[in-house]
């Protein structure tokens, strides 16, 4: 990504914020990169925020499987 903008670094990594709710569940949330990258104005780091993007939402649907597998 480096290669395509390189003030990039400024807006890395991306932010993913893990905590307890108060009725003691795990909540995950993640900013949408293609969002925040959008910013930039660069249009040569679209296909990489939307690789990130769909590998931050493979992470985020394999732990909701995984909390109602343990439910």
Known sequence: MLSKEEEIGLLLPCNVIIYETSEGKTRVTAI????????????????????????????????????????
């Open 32 to 71: 949408d990169p293609v969002v925040a990258m959008s910013i930039v104005g660069n249009d040569a780091i679209r296909p990489i925020a939307e690789e990130v993007r769909q590998k931050l939402l493979s992470v985020i649907s394999f732990l909701e499987k995984s909390s109602k597998k343990e439910a």
